[in-house]
């Protein structure tokens, strides 16, 4: 029997209306899309890491990036996100899919780990650890099926198409979905990149803990012990899913 594989799709582009070419901004010697990259490499149960990013000429950089961080890239439609992913699969061969997005240079591999490991043990068709929100921000991953995306790509609308896995949540009594929570909990944090502020905390974080893909715990216990690094970035509100 054929053993179940498992891509991670980092979901990347250069634009960006709060903070344009985000993904390509260097945090500590490298862009931001290699941490994400490295991380979603670093966890054991990911068999390959795909940068799905727009066939746009303004992304021939996120490709020029990608490859320099050895992670296979396809390119497909601007705002149709989840086409994009279904393009994906048509490519590169996988039973499992865990999405990530490239403003998450925080991304820690024992979450990944975690979440494709429970995903499996369920036999579920969407996994989040988003839903409710116990992690930072910027830490969290969502693990669905690819034969359930396959099974969106005819009946998804607006919001559902251009954030991936909105279906799976709005409509519950059509999916296996389950949750996956961590303790303490730590959702007021925020250390995903997506103004300048955020940024900001992000270089002081990597600054105290280094150059490799740290522990949700690390940043969790490096953010309590300094209430005005969490300062930094508090003000940012988060954008709604039909604000893009």
């Known amino acids: 029997m054929r053993e179940m594989r498992t891509i991670a799709i980092v979901q990347a582009r250069a634009g960006s209306a709060r903070l344009p070419r985000k993904v390509l901004r260097p945090l500590a010697g490298r862009p931001v899309l290699d941490w994400v990259v490295r991380a979603a490499r670093t966890a054991t149960l990911v068999d390959e890491v795909v940068v799905a990013t727009t ?17 296979h890239t396809v390119r497909g439609s601007t705002d149709d996100v989840l086409a994009r992913f279904v393009q994906v699969l048509d490519e590169v061969q996988a039973d499992v899919v865990v999405r990530v997005t490239g403003d998450s240079p925080l991304l820690d591999p024992t979450v990944l780990d975690q979440a494709i490991g429970a995903f499996v043990a369920g036999d579920l068709d969407y996994l989040s650890t988003n839903r409710p929100a116990s992690l930072p921000l910027g830490v969290g991953v969502e693990v669905v099926s690819a034969a359930s995306l396959r099974r969106l790509e005819p009946v998804a609308r607006g919001v559902e198409r251009v954030h991936v896995t909105p279906h799976f949540y709005l409509h519950p009594d059509q999916h296996r979905t389950a949750s ?17 502020d955020d940024a900001v905390l992000i270089e002081a974080i990597v600054a105290e803990l280094g150059d490799s893909a740290p522990s949700w715990r690390q940043i969790v216990s490096l953010l309590r012990a300094r209430p005005e690094l969490v300062a930094i970035n508090a003000h940012v509100r988060q954008k709604e899913l039909d604000e893009g």
Not at 55 to 71: F, L, M, Y
Not at 183 to 194: C, I
């Open 55 to 71: 066939a746009e000429d303004s992304d021939d950089d996120t490709v020029a990036c990608a490859a320099a961080c050895g992670a």
């Open 180 to 196: 996956l929570v961590f303790q303490p909990d730590a959702s007021d944090l925020r250390v995903t990149l997506d103004t300048a």
